[in-house]
């Protein structure tokens, strides 16, 4: 039997796996590295982080919201960033990355992948700190101080890379930056090209130059017209891929290229009412339409959670049941 | 090219700086202020098309719009009482436990942009807030209800059955992620639309109907 690992590396260079990877199995993340708090850690919390942006988790949300209103915004004024936004310090005491390390130091990397997290991403960045729609227009109105934020966030990204790889030595990166909504990207693929592209070949080719083997990107959303620009930034697996992806098209046209992770979408099938038999059914489709090479059944949802308790355990078990009925 | 026409392109290309003065001059050349904000509306709804389409994204449809609301803030001292332009007043908000505002501002900028008074009530709006606004607002013809999440369904549903139960004549119109025209269907709401673009049409149809 393959490890975690060794059939994860098979799926995605289309080789002889021996059972479908199971959801974040060959991500051993390592959560404890210290980072700048990016949300709200809790339901009823509210935290101002040290990028200045406010976050807000409702009591009754399942998640938590940057705030935009006049008093919270912190960059008002695209033109005025150089004024507004001050990235926070990457460097940790060595106490501080104490328990990272020994995290990273006890997996065992013949199994599983030592996985770097980083959230928010560039472009989630640039609308936490101004709103959705002001960091939109401005890609039009205010281009260049667009680039010039996009640069500054990818400098601060590149810092705190190089503190991650010096302390944990990671195989892996688990980058988030959700670029769609369910039924289409944000922004146009030319647009994408001209202002996230080249920041994400900076930080991946960065990460992949220092020992990263593997970068997987999140983005629960629609994205299918970004996915050359993926394969051009160094993506290896896309993460949270949705069903109004067409997944298994996806699958026939970049396989070998990229690898896709989810085609089960978490709002289908992770809410009060849960049930086996509907994650069973979205996860058997999944399967069987978008096959055993360059797929990994996920839920969309970006990390080894759910919202609602115990459907993630629900769809691993199902994922191990359709292994042994199609392997 | 015209200056309605020139308004009209610049509209749709999004050049909010040009198209205040660009308007004035269509004014100084004697086009009616009403002429002036249809043409602006008709350009938003080719926008509106195209976004449905996919062939444009949000950033094109946000400077398309803003490019009109300068537009129009050219004619409104000359259109003061002319409620002949409106459509009538349409109330939106996303409902209660949800708290997205994105595609609820997007579809509130094109229904606006569509000739309709907004009323926006924001997120987390309970359903009695919606029915507090109708009644509370002149010629509503319109509640449009948003709701991004699964767990919001049950919220979106007794929003609908709330709002038709104390005005059978107000059309509701709904959408988000999870919505589906059955499900639009099944809750009694009037229309259902899957993008902002398609908001604005259904909207104008149901109000002109």
């Not at chain 1, 992806?245 to 699958?251: F, M």
């Not at chain 2, 994204?57 to 409106?86: H, N, R, Y």
């Amino acid at each position: 039997m393959l490890t975690k690992r060794q059939n994860l590396m098979e799926v995605i260079k289309g080789g002889n796996p021996d059972r479908f990877v199971n959801q974040y199995e060959f991500m051993d993340l390592i959560m404890e590295a210290p980072m700048d708090l990016p949300l709200a850690p809790a339901p009823g919390t509210r935290v101002k982080n040290k990028w200045g942006i406010t976050f807000d988790w409702p009591a009754d949300q399942i998640g938590s919201f940057p705030m935009h209103d006049d008093e919270h915004k912190a960059l008002k004024d695209i033109t005025n960033w150089k004024e507004s936004v001050t990235a926070p310090s990457v460097f940790y005491t060595d106490e501080e990355w104490a328990a990272a390390e020994a995290h990273a130091k006890a997996v065992d990397r013949n199994d599983k992948f030592v996985t770097a997290f980083c959230a928010p991403g560039i472009f989630e960045m640039t609308h936490h700190l101004m709103s959705m729609e002001d960091a939109l227009m401005a890609l039009y109105e205010e281009p260049e101080a667009m680039k010039e934020l996009i640069d500054y966030v990818v400098e601060y990204e590149l810092a705190y890379a190089k503190e991650v790889i010096k302390h944990i030595h990671p195989d892996a990166l688990f980058h988030h930056d959700d670029w769609g909504s369910q039924r289409s990207s944000f922004i146009s693929p030319e647009m994408f090209d001209e202002f996230i592209l080249p920041a994400y070949k900076k930080v991946y080719g960065y990460w992949k130059a220092n020992g990263v083997e593997l970068i997987i990107h999140h983005s629960d959303s629609y994205a299918a017209n970004l996915v050359p620009a993926m394969i051009e930034m160094g993506i290896d697996i896309w993460q949270g891929v949705m069903t109004t992806n067409n997944v298994p098209e996806l699958i026939k046209q970049y396989g070998g290229k990229i690898s896709f992770m989810g085609d089960i979408d978490s709002g289908r099938v992770d809410f009060p009412g849960w049930t086996r038999e509907l994650i069973y059914a979205d996860a058997k489709k999944a399967c069987e339409e978008c096959g055993k090479l360059y797929f990994i059944p996920n839920l969309s949802q970006g990390l080894n959670i759910s919202s609602f308790p115990g459907v993630y355990e629900a769809t691993s078990e199902v994922i191990d049941e359709l292994s042994k009925e199609m392997f | 090219m015209s200056k309605i026409e020139e308004v009209k392109a610049k509209v749709e290309a999004g050049k909010s700086k040009l198209v205040p003065g660009l308007v004035q001059e269509a004014l100084d050349e004697g086009s009616a202020p009403g002429e002036i904000l249809q043409a602006m509306v008709d350009s938003m709804s080719v926008v509106g098309d195209k976004f449905s389409s996919g062939e444009i994204f949000v950033p094109e449809m946000l400077i398309a719009a803003k490019a009109m609301s300068k537009g129009v803030e050219v004619l409104k001292p000359l259109m003061t009482g002319d409620g002949s332009a409106s459509l009538g007043t349409c109330i939106i908000g996303t409902v209660a436990g949800d708290l997205h505002d994105i595609g609820k501002n997007l579809v509130s900028m094109m229904i606006e942009s569509a000739g309709f008074d907004m009323v926006d009530l924001g997120v987390d709006v309970p359903a009695a807030t919606f029915v507090q606004a109708v009644n509370d607002n002149q010629n509503v013809k319109l509640v449009a209800c948003s709701g991004l999440l699964t767990t919001t369904m049950p919220a979106l549903k007794e929003a609908v059955q709330t709002i038709k139960a104390a005005h059978p004549d107000v059309n509701v119109i709904v959408g988000g992620a999870p919505v589906t025209p059955e499900y639009a269907a099944e809750v009694g709401a009037d229309g259902y639309a899957p993008d902002a673009g398609s908001a604005a049409v259904k909207a104008k149809e149901l109000a002109t109907a």
